[in-house]
């Protein structure tokens, strides 16, 4: 089974069972999703954080985390912003991933930050920054459940 079946099924689960705000972990050997969930119905999904770790690789080098954060990249086209890669920290072992161009609401402008570490993991949130005050905060991720499921896939084979 694929991840995004894994997280439809687990969403399809939480659903009926669990009380939000709430972890959802999902196993696809070698790879683990963990989103923390604010909002879940039928439709959509809201998350705080979602998590990923590959067990593939123990030690990701610069240049592979670069290229894994270019597939990525490449691959995820269909969000409200597309992401590119922003900054590559060689040694500290990240790549940092943001939106091309953050959407702008009201006074505030919101993109979806990523980040890849040399464990071989991944941690996608979104924040807005209210431009009076320069201040960021992280806000909740909202999707489709279609575009859910499609992102873990992506994420898992951009990984690969």
């Known amino acids: ?26 196993e696809d050997a070698p790879n683990r999703f963990t989103l923390n969930l604010t909002a879940l119905d039928s439709v959509g999904v809201a998350f705080d954080n979602l998590d990923f770790v590959t067990t593939d690789r123990q030690d990701w080098s610069s240049d592979a985390l670069n290229a894994w954060g270019e597939r990525l990249a490449g691959r995820v086209t269909y969000l409200l912003e597309p992401l590119k890669v922003l900054e590559i920290d060689a040694g500290g072992g990240e790549v940092q991933i943001r939106s091309k161009s953050p959407s702008v609401r009201a006074d505030q402008r919101g993109f979806y930050e990523v980040r890849l ?11 807005v920054v209210d431009d009076a005050t320069r201040q960021r905060r992280r806000t909740p991720c909202q999707f489709t459940r279609e575009v859910l499921e499609r992102l873990v896939d992506d994420i898992a084979a951009s990984a690969s």
């Not at 089974?1 to 999902?26: F, G, H, Q, W």
């Not at 570490?117 to 924040?127: A, I, T």
């Open 1 to 26: 089974m694929n991840p995004s079946r894994k997280i439809a099924a687990a969403l399809d689960e939480n659903t009926r069972v669990y009380v939000l705000p709430c972890s959802v972990t999902v």
């Open 117 to 127: 570490y040399k464990q071989g993991m991944l941690r996608m949130e979104r924040y």
